[in-house]
């Protein structure tokens, strides 16, 4: 299902009556496939104006949508031959830090995404996209056998920032931040970056020493 924002609507009772007329089997003279090209021709138009002069408040709507796609939507639909890796080796498995090897266009590649989820039950088990230090050190790990293995890193970063828990200060939060900048400093294979940019330093700095920087336009800061 659909959502609309509220500067969508009239986008939205387009979409309505495009729904309507599929729906119908006859309605004597009117031809329904010529009617629902010439609706769907509107939409398109109206999306290009509208997107074309989004005022700043709706770029931030537009950046919390809740159908955005997130990490594992991108491996979902690009990669292929995904095999996830979990745990950092030493305390537990962040869920809001997911990764894996996969192919991406034919060649292998190491994938590191924060994920909020898309549901009530998904975004309590990703933590809101809201890493621990358990999902930085899990960042390290596939950065240093992605180095190991010479095979480039591809990093997918949504967040609002890093996990403010008294728990997570206390299992070393800064440290593992701190870490798991120097690592990726210290990277020899190439890196890719597709990002909106949160809040959180060690996301910032990835977004500043990438190769490759593919920020996402409809983005701000705690989006």
Do not use: W
């Amino acid at each position: 299902m659909l959502t609309f924002l509220e500067f969508e609507k009239p986008i939205a009772e387009l979409e309505s009556k495009i729904e309507e007329l599929r729906h119908l089997t006859n309605h004597g003279d009117l031809n329904i496939a010529e009617e629902v090209t010439k609706l769907q021709g509107k939409v398109d138009r109206l999306l290009r104006q509208t997107y074309a002069k989004l005022l700043p408040v709706q770029k931030v709507q537009v950046a919390r949508h809740p159908n955005r796609p997130h990490a594992l939507d991108y491996v979902r639909r690009l990669v292929t031959d995904f095999t996830p890796l979990a745990g950092d080796r030493a305390f537990a498995d962040d869920k809001a830090v997911v990764g894996g090897v996969g192919r991406f266009r034919g060649f292998s590649v190491m994938i590191i995404g924060l994920e909020k989820g898309n549901d009530t039950e998904s975004r309590l088990a990703h933590n809101f996209g809201m890493a621990r230090p358990e999902g930085y050190r899990k960042a390290v790990r596939l950065m240093e056998m992605a180095d190991r293995f010479g095979i480039p890193v591809i990093s997918l970063v949504d967040t609002a920032g890093a996990y403010p828990g008294i728990g997570a200060e206390e299992r070393g939060q800064a440290e593992a931040i701190a870490r798991s900048t120097d690592c990726a400093l210290g990277l020899g294979v190439p890196q890719h970056h597709r990002g909106d940019p949160g809040g959180i330093l060690a996301s910032y700095e990835l977004l500043r020493i990438q190769q490759r920087l593919l920020p996402a336009e409809l983005a701000q800061c705690g989006s």
